[in-house]
């Protein structure tokens, strides 16, 4: 019996995925619970396991578009599994009689397909154009409107274009083909490679575009003297690590600064919808972390009842989740604030970009030693830019800058705004 496996749900409002990579080849024997396939949504790569054991046959291609429902494989379940190795089953190279079957079965198909196209193109055969009349046509280097849109979008040259139309026509699809002129060859080898998109990595664009166009986007910026919380790392973070397992970064305390400046303002803690504001009563903190796939943005849920170990708990699981590629569409949905660290990578500022439908994200950047004026006198301190980019359309100047500044606060007085003059009681020791 064959069995039809379809591309189940991935999460609401998902009705799309694309084949990332098959795991197995067309005739192979699978079992069952095998991974088969990746898929990729709009959020997150997920395994595709089998559903039963059996010879599988592939009935889509990897990079295809599937709709979710979609048949994309047959098992035949009534095939026995391979007896040991390719090389003990003679001839067939360790195919059993059900993968010989399916293999002839699509061998003859593939040949009455090749025979249909050969006859259809013998029977209408293309009226030759000689270069006269190319050059005498109208229409020869004229692009269709489809693709002089195509063409004004890229930036192209028509007159480099070679069309495929009718009379050398420019068709849309000559314009998206087409690559831009990168000037006079230097020497050497050159190359060039071309691959498409993932889904998330689409979506993720198309995502960043809207928030540019659609939101009233402004970003403040500060410095924070990071000079407390190195202090405080320096005289913890060994009995930190060895009481709770995890180490005690600075995530812990820009989280929980956020948690603070994000109740003193809750605007920033708000989201629009169309005529309305709608406001939490809870932070639910997005931490964008890079994952094999793309930026990922998993959500560290009610953060205002963590402490200091379970904001560094948290982050660690999900940042570890998100590396090995096992993060779920849940562990990312939602989120009213997020923030993004591009001082990892050695950003000394940035405006970061809102995370729809949030209307605000802090930004982090690296630790750089500068001299800066303390109790009327110079000296170098380990400072860090941070900037806060937020909707104008719900947020004003007033509670922007004054979130920021209460993150600051926060951040330089650690010991007594977060922790309430008791470090040991709030690093659990």
């Known amino acids: ?26 005739g192979d024997y699978v079992t069952k619970d095998q991974a088969i396939a990746e898929v990729d949504s709009d959020k997150a790569t997920l395994e595709l396991p089998a559903e039963a054991s059996g010879i599988i046959t592939l009935k ?50 593939n040949s009455k397909a090749d025979s249909a196209k050969a006859e ?24 269709s409107p489809a693709a002089k849109k195509v063409i004004a979008e890229k930036g192209l040259d028509a007159s480099q274009i070679q069309g495929t139309g009718r009379d050398g026509r420019i068709t849309k699809a000559d314009a998206v083909e087409a690559k831009p002129s990168m000037g006079t060859p230097g020497s050497g ?9 993932s889904m998330l990595r689409r979506k993720v664009a198309q995502r960043l575009v809207s ?31 060895s009481r709770h397992g995890v180490g005690l970064g600075f995530m812990s305390f820009f989280t929980l600064a956020c948690v603070k400046a994000l109740k003193m303002y809750p605007a920033v803690n708000s989201m629009i919808d169309g005529d309305h504001m709608i406001s939490y009563d809870f932070q639910d903190i997005s931490i964008a972390v890079s994952g094999p796939k ?19 708990s948290e982050v660690k699981r999900l940042a570890v989740r998100a590396r090995d590629g096992q993060i779920t569409v849940d562990e990312m949905t939602g989120g009213t604030f997020t923030i993004t660290n591009g001082g990892v990578f050695g950003s000394m500022l940035s405006t970061p970009i809102i995370n729809p439908p949030q209307s605000a994200i802090l930004g982090m950047h690296n630790i750089v030693e500068r001299p800066i004026v303390r109790d009327g006198q110079i000296v170098v ?49």
């Open 1 to 26: 019996m064959a069995l039809e496996m379809k591309v189940p749900s991935p999460g609401e409002s998902i009705t799309e995925v694309e084949i990332a990579q098959w795991l197995v080849e067309d």
């Open 60 to 109: 889509a291609e990897e990079g295809d578009a599937v709709a979710v429902g979609q048949v994309v494989c047959l098992i035949d379940t009534d095939a026995e599994a391979p007896e040991g190795n390719a090389d003990n089953e003679g001839d067939e190279g360790g195919k059993g009689n059900a993968a010989m079957d399916i293999d002839k079965q699509r061998d003859q198909s």
């Open 120 to 143: 259809a193109k013998t029977q209408t055969p293309s009226k030759p154009t000689t270069p006269a009349q190319k050059q005498d046509s109208y229409a020869t280097g004229t692009a």
């Open 189 to 197: 080898a050159r190359s060039e490679s071309k691959k498409k998109l």
């Open 211 to 241: 928030v540019k166009n659609e939101t009233a986007m402004l970003t403040t910026f500060n410095e924070v003297d990071m000079q407390p919380i190195f202090d405080l790392r320096n005289q913890y973070k060994e009995e930190f690590k």
């Open 294 to 312: 793309g930026l990922m943005v998993p959500v560290i849920r009610n953060a205002e009842h963590l402490s200091f170990r379970g904001v560094e």
């Open 381 to 429: 301190a380990p400072i860090m830019y941070v900037a806060l980019s937020y909707d104008h359309r719900i947020i004003d100047g007033k509670e922007s800058v004054g979130f920021l500044v209460a993150v600051k606060e926060a951040l330089e007085n650690p010991q007594e705004l977060l922790m309430d003059n008791d470090i040991k009681r709030a690093l659990e020791l």
